[in-house]
């Protein structure tokens, strides 16, 4: 359940549906899905193998495994990437909360999807409002860690996953149900290759492993708490699975409604939040009910924070892990620096809505960049040399062994033999090629 939560997360919610409408809709899912299956399955196990043989998070478990050379740079670099990311993911994480409030306590009333839009660009530019909801946000966060692995991290993610599952079963019923909503059902399922780019590949390779929190340490840190006698590949496929699973639950949730107010799929990040506010208030006017606009939106926004916490709980545990493995902090003194260095840059980032809009580099902006930089390059890198130093560095009987359970598990001794030639030669490449794709887009 922690995997899954970790997986399951903003990544699916938030970011999923927006990439598939920059980039073609359902053609762009096929291209996810295959590389989730043929690249990112694979990576998740090498972490896990890592991990789980190390016993230690990302930079201890390279050192580990191969003393004496500079492969723990790499665990330096997870540390960055999650800290990167989970300081912009914060941000979001605090407008989840925001419209969980307003839902729960105003309810939503937009006369039109513009006005929706206005409301939450007013909010997001705003200088205070949107860095307090980041600061609380990332106050639960830390707090949740501060508690540990099994007191904090894994009784919040064992009830609020399957939860969350449900949560978005119900508001993506109510999405598909929405007038007009078949065109974005249609634009979901119905392929259309012409409109895949080098860019979308790129985008679509990116997008799984932020999906599945790979490249980052996250499944290293928590694998290096996994028993024993747990299947590597069951529970690798299984949050594969999970993962790509509510991906595409979230797009049926998100994208039925937004063809259904007209509003366009490539919106960019902030799609979720212009879109539904508007379809919670005019469900109130059609009804006659703002009750049960308000409890519907409530339930929608729930889901949308449920998912941010869970992901931000793994990423913040990966900087921690390293501050108390490596620097030999405290949990309470790692979970205090963390917060307020990634107050500041996500305080930074938030700001790049509103006063600091203006400085850009190659037309991004401070959140744009940090979003990208971390997506489409350092998470890539980091899955790179996770399926490097599985295939090449690490012994063959030591990857045999974890990946078996030194051989009691028949689905690990069955698949082992094509595992590691997937590690050892295709996935390097498959990554290496689709990585140099975003310097042509």
């Not at 496929?237 to 991906?247: I, K, M, N, Q």
């Amino acid at each position: 359940m922690a995997l899954a939560g970790s997986a399951i997360g903003l990544g699916n919610i938030w970011r999923f549906p927006y990439v598939v409408g920059e980039s073609g809709g359902a053609a762009f899912i096929v291209i996810y899905l295959i590389f989730s299956l043929v690249l990112s399955f694979p990576v998740l196990c090498c972490e896990t193998v890592i991990g789980r043989r190390a016993r230690a998070g990302a930079y201890v478990a390279y050192t580990t495994l191969a003393p004496g050379t500079r492969w723990n740079f790499f665990g330096i670099l997870a540390v960055l990437s999650c800290f990167i990311i989970n300081s912009y993911y914060s941000v979001i994480g605090g407008w989840s909360l925001e419209y969980l409030v307003q839902a729960s306590m105003f309810g939503f009333h937009a006369d039109n999807a513009a006005a929706s839009s206005g409301v939450f660009n007013g909010y997001a530019s705003d200088v205070w409002r949107p860095i307090c909801t980041h600061l609380v946000f990332l106050g639960m966060t830390a707090g949740i860690c501060v508690l540990g692995v099994k007191n904090g991290i894994e009784k919040v993610t064992k009830v609020m996953t399957p939860l969350l599952f449900v949560l978005m079963v119900i508001v993506a019923v109510y999405s598909v149900m929405l007038p007009g909503s078949a065109e974005g059902v249609r634009y979901l399922l119905k392929p259309d290759f012409s409109k895949l780019t080098a860019g979308a590949v790129a985008d679509a390779l990116g997008q799984s492993f932020l999906s599945m929190s790979l490249g980052v340490g996250g499944v290293i840190v928590y694998a290096s708490y996994m028993k024993k006698d747990t299947g590597i590949v069951s529970s690798g496929f299984l949050t594969c699975l999970f993962d790509s699973g509510f991906a595409i639950l979230a797009g049926l949730a998100i994208m039925p409604a937004v063809f259904s107010v007209g509003i366009a799929p490539s919106s960019g990040p902030s799609l979720v939040f212009e879109t539904f506010p508007y379809i919670f208030s005019s469900l109130g006017q059609h009804l006659g009910s703002p009750v049960v606009s308000r409890i519907v939106a409530t339930i929608f926004f729930l889901a949308i924070f449920m998912a941010a916490l869970t992901s931000s709980i793994s990423l913040f545990e990966v900087c921690a892990e390293h501050l108390v493995s490596h620097r030999h902090f405290t949990r309470g003194r790692a979970a205090l620096v963390l917060f307020l260095a990634m107050a500041i840059l996500g305080g930074v980032c938030s700001l790049s809505f509103g006063v600091l809009s203006d400085i850009r580099l190659f037309n991004h902006s401070i959140f744009d960049i940090c979003n990208e930089l971390s997506s489409n390059y350092l998470m890539i890198i980091g899955a790179l040399a996770v399926a490097l130093f599985t295939g090449w560095v690490m012994k063959k009987e030591d990857v045999r062994d974890e990946f078996t359970n030194s051989g009691t598990n028949r689905a690990g001794v069955v698949v082992f033999n094509v595992f590691y030639f997937v590690v050892k030669y295709i996935a390097p490449v498959g990554i290496t090629v689709v990585f140099l794709a975003n310097f042509f887009k």
